[in-house]
């Protein structure tokens, strides 16, 4: 089921923004997260979503090169298929 809240965002000229959430919502079983858990964005014109990411979206791998190729295939697969890989 689909639910719509209209909600309002307060934009901050040095750190960002807040988007407001009612309680109604947040007091949602399906409401996928809890205080202080951490929420990718991810933008496609014209829809924001906020997911839950997974531990391997977080990391850079650039920095981290040797332990990219010692990770499961299609581990490395889904982090290419993000744009994710080490360069």
């Known amino acids: ?7 309002r965002i307060k934009f901050y000229k040095k750190s960002g923004a807040r988007l407001y959430i009612p ?3 947040l007091n949602d079983p399906e409401f996928p997260f809890g205080d202080d858990d951490l929420v990718k964005i991810e933008i496609s ?7 839950k990411p997974v531990w391997w979206e977080m990391l850079d791998w ?3 090169k040797n332990a990219f190729e010692k990770l ?3 581990i490395k697969e889904k982090i290419r298929q993000k744009g994710l890989e080490p360069t």
């Open 1 to 7: 089921m689909v639910k719509t809240i209209v909600s």
């Open 23 to 25: 309680e109604s919502v």
């Open 45 to 51: 014109n014209p829809t924001v979503m906020l997911i």
């Open 62 to 64: 650039d920095k981290m």
């Open 72 to 74: 499961p295939d299609d």
